[in-house]
């Protein structure tokens, strides 16, 4: 199994069984208190264990940090129409690799907390949609799945009661616009993956035109825990209104790069310096990317911060999807404004010109930039031309290539400027 070494300072809630022998098979998973949750869901009413999710003030982990509870709330159980749960295991945000660790070492736990999701809304069926990319999942995925129908976990009169429940894999294609909610589901049921307008949300029309709870694989893997041990106890493991722990994928200018499960608030700059060994060759710390590459860039001065949803966008950033990309002082930000760039450019799916034609004409004229054919009205006019497209698209696609391309022209202009007279204090230009 690929796992990094873990770090004295984690609290393993999620990875705790991460490294155990054979940590993915169901009888590991029995043997450590697997399952034992649903036991305790099944005796629940739905509405107990939507409070108790609630309490436990676990946010979507796929990246807008919404309420998980809530969202289930929202998911009309008297419909007569059949529900869904469907796992967003799409992890396509650049910098965030903490999902397919989940489903590669634990993947009954997310099987679990599906199938309490499925009590909490009276849905019978569930889909796993992971990405193109993640095909080896596939294997361990369906193994899982095979396991828990032969043990009883799955298929009907679970563990002698009234309660059925059918799961599935399903991959993607690899398109990045597929993690996106709306667009996952029109993938999901055969179609282009391109998104749909809301409202309606998922929760009430949502796969195959049915309520649907869609969160993403971390957000699942959390609810066993949460069951076991009460939402209050989860929720104690973080700050206000942020519970419990957070699989943060530290990559980039970091000794010891790799998924630490941490308390949510971790302060970023502990995490960078204690966790994860410091910057190499004693270099200075830049900047940093704190959750995904759609964030907006944070410099060194603002690294002392608490990692939770509410302090990071107070800080004019977002936790996302937990993807911290560390940068040192001989990054170059025009090179990685082009990197993020030529990303979003071709994953723009084409269906809106803001964004299809944005993006493009971003990464050309980034590209001019840091080749030294720039001139110096070009960094106005960047910074201008993506400030055009924030809340001007179908999706918010448009605005994960434009905020983080706002952020590093406005923090760091003297470096865009200087590419404009054809210099790079890197010597990339
Ligand atoms: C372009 C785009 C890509 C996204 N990719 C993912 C993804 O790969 N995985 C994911 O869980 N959420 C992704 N999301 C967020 C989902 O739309 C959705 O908010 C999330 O899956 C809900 O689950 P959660 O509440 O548990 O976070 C993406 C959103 C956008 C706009
Ligand atoms: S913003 Fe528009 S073009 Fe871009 S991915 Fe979304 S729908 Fe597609």
Request: glycine share 12%; charged share 20%.
């Amino acid at each position: 199994m690929l796992y990094n070494e873990p770090s004295p300072l984690e609290v393993k809630v999620l990875t705790r069984r991460f490294g155990l022998p054979n940590s993915a098979s169901i009888d590991t998973y029995l043997a450590t208190g697997g399952y034992q949750a649903f036991r305790k869901a099944l005796g629940m009413k739905p509405e107990e264990i939507i409070d108790e999710v609630k309490t436990s003030n676990l946010r979507g982990r796929g990246g807008a940090g919404f309420p998980a509870g809530m969202k289930w709330s929202f998911v009309p159980r008297t419909s007569p129409k059949p529900k869904y749960i469907v796992v967003n295991a799409d992890e396509s945000e650049p910098g965030t690799c903490k999902d397919r660790l989940l489903m590669e070492n634990d993947p009954h736990q997310l099987i679990e907390g599906m199938l309490i999701a499925g009590l909490a809304v009276d849905a019978h069926a569930g889909y796993i949609y992971v990405r193109g990319e993640y095909r080896y999942l596939i294997d361990i995925l369906d193994k899982a799945i095979a396991e828990a129908y032969r043990h009883g976990y799955l298929g009907r009169n679970l563990l002698g009661s009234n309660f059925h429940f059918d799961a599935y894999t399903h991959t993607g294609a690899g398109a990045y616009e597929c993690g996106e909610e709306s667009a996952l589901l029109e993938s999901l049921e055969g179609k282009r993956g391109v998104p749909r307008i809301r409202p309606p949300f998922p929760a009430v029309v949502g796969a195959f035109q049915c309520p649907t709870v869609l969160n993403n694989v971390e957000t699942y893997s959390a609810v066993p825990a949460i069951i076991r041990d009460g939402g209050a106890a989860f929720a104690a493991l973080g700050t206000p209104k942020n519970g419990g722990t957070r699989l943060f994928c530290l990559s980039g200018h970091v000794n010891k790069p790799g998924v630490y499960e941490l308390p949510m608030g971790f302060n970023l700059l502990r995490m960078i310096e204690e966790v994860g060994g410091g910057v190499p060759g004693g270099k200075k710390l830049k900047a940093v990317i704190p959750g995904g590459s759609s964030c907006p860039v944070l410099t060194a001065g603002e690294c002392d911060l608490a990692m939770d949803f509410d302090s990071v966008a107070k800080a004019g950033s977002m936790l996302g999807s937990g993807g911290v990309v560390v940068m040192d002082e001989d990054t170059c930000m025009v090179r990685m404004a082009l990197r993020i760039m030529r990303f979003y450019a071709h994953e723009s799916c084409g269906w809106c010109i803001p964004c299809r034609e944005g993006t493009t004409w971003l990464r050309k004229m980034l590209a001019r930039l840091h080749g030294g054919g720039g001139t110096a009205s070009d960094v106005s006019l960047i910074g201008e031309l993506a400030r055009n497209m924030l809340g001007r698209t179908f999706c918010p696609l448009g605005d994960a290539a434009a905020m983080p391309t706002i952020a590093l022209v406005e923090k760091f202009r003297d470096e865009f400027e200087e590419h404009a007279e054809g210099r790079c204090r890197y010597s990339h230009a």
